[in-house]
Structures are given as C-alpha cells and as structure tokens.
C-alpha cells in the first residue's frame, strides 16, 4: 500500500511539474498573446458594435438582454479558442521541440495529460472571460436591458462547455495530424465550416441533416443558441455528441503520441 502511494505522489509531482513547464511554454511566445489579442478585440470590438447599435433611436430587440451578446460572441471566441489550442500543441512539433520536450518528460502519458489540461484549461478560462467581457461592454451601452445573474451562469456555463471540448478538439487533432496547418483545417472545417455547408446542402438532400447533426459543430450551435440542423437535437445529445468527438480525438492523438517517433 505504501509503494502504491509513494508512485501515485510521485506522478502526482511530476504531473504537476510537467503542467508549469507547459504553461510557461505556452506564454512565453508571442503567438500567444497575439492570438488572444486579436481574439478579445473581435469579440468586445464585436460586442461593442451591437451595444452602439441597441442604444441608437431604434433601441435594443424586445426581451433582450446583455447575455445575447454573450451567446453571439461565443462563436468567435470559440475560433480564436480552436486556433490558439491548436497552435500550442503542433508548435514544438512543427519546429523540432518536441525532442528535447521528451527528453525532458519521457513519460508520454505525462505529457499528453499535461498538455491537454493547460491548452484546453487555459483557452477556456480566457474564452469565458471574453465572453464575459462582451455582456458587460453592451450592458455599459444600454444597461436597461441588465444582466440575469441566472441566465449569466447558463450562458457562461454553456460557453465554457462549448469552448473546454472545442480547446480538447484541437487539441486531439493537433496530436493525431503534428502540423498546425492541418490541424487547423480539420478543427475549423469539423465546427465551423461543415455544419453551415451541409446545413445549406440538406435543402436538396435530406439526409445529410443527421449527417450535420452529428458534427461537433452543430453541438456547439445548438448548445450556444438553442438551435439545430435537426428537430431531434436536445442538450444531452448535443453534449454527449461534442465530448465523444473531443474523446474519440484525444484517445487518437494519445495513441499517436504514445506509439510513434516524436519526429514523424
């Protein structure tokens, strides 16, 4: 029993070690803060255009709200979310740092879960925030609308939901392709292209509305905006879609990770 508590604390340590060298890694380049810089100016630039708008002459919809604006500004911090996850992973890949990262973490599944928890807790936290942000920049422009503290938890819970699996995405992919181009291509196109293309395409061929329903990009339009491709969609299987996607990548990028030569 001791032996087993003694591995446990160890790997404990060494989890924990392994994730502050990954936080450092992660902000001490300037692609980070250049990616969170232009994602929070769109999204409170965004938000600000929409609270200059509600207060002109026309004034703001009926029944809205300062979290409208939370809900609408979550799809682009959801895009600088998937780019900057994906960045973080495929960097020292791309460049050649993964060698010495492994030399000094030759524990792989170290790594993986070092990785995955400091990109994908770190872009959600800074997700949410500018989410956030949002709601109160339009709530300085017309505060009569207010902010429901209850619909605040339901719209940041939600946006946090979206933004963690969309951050464990790309994170996957990012393992499984080692190449920030690819990707990229691939966590875009699976949440934020393929949804709105097939969406469009199942005017003409009905089937492929369960096809788009199955996208993880459909989850998160439905989990940020109530709304679907398909009539059947509810917020458990919009949630059970999304984590199996997030799931099914990271036990593909683990693999990768775990049986394959770091420069390949």
């Known amino acids: 029993m001791s032996t087993v508590r003694t591995v446990s604390a160890t790997s404990a340590v060494l989890i924990a070690r392994t994730c502050r060298a990954e936080w450092s890694r992660l902000w001490t380049v300037r692609s980070t803060w250049v990616f969170v810089g232009v994602t929070g100016f769109v999204v409170v630039g965004f938000a600000a255009l929409l609270?200059?708008?509600?207060?002109?002459p026309s004034g703001p919809p009926a029944d809205a709200t300062a979290w409208d604006a939370g809900r609408t500004t979550t799809m682009f911090a959801l895009f600088g979310v998937l780019a900057l996850s994906a960045l973080a992973t495929t960097a020292d890949h791309t460049t050649g740092g993964i060698v010495p990262t492994l030399q000094w973490t030759p524990r792989r599944t170290v790594l993986l879960v070092a990785r995955t928890t400091v990109v994908a807790a770190t872009?959600?936290?800074v997700g949410v925030?500018?989410?956030t942000a949002a709601s109160l920049v339009v709530l300085s422009f017309v505060p009569e609308v207010g902010a429901p503290i209850g619909e605040g938890v339901e719209t940041l819970a939600a946006a946090g939901f979206v933004l963690a699996a969309g951050a464990a995405l790309a994170v996957?992919?990012?393992l499984v392709t080692r190449s920030?181009?690819?990707?990229l291509v691939s966590v875009v196109g699976l949440v934020l292209v393929l949804p709105f293309l097939l969406a469009q395409l199942s005017v003409r061929h009905d089937w492929l509305?369960?096809?788009?329903?199955a996208l993880p990009g459909s989850s998160a339009l439905f989990l940020v905006f109530g709304e679907g491709p398909s009539d059947d969609m509810t917020t458990s299987s919009a949630r059970t879609t999304f984590t199996l996607w997030a799931v099914a990548a990271l036990v593909a990028g683990g693999l990768r990770l775990l049986r394959s030569d770091a420069d390949r």
């Open 209 to 213: 509305v369960d096809v788009a329903a």
């Open 129 to 131: 925030v500018l989410v």
């Open 180 to 183: 920030t181009a690819g990707a």
């Open 172 to 174: 996957g992919l990012g």
């Open 51 to 56: 609270g200059a708008e509600a207060s002109g």
């Open 123 to 125: 872009t959600t936290a």
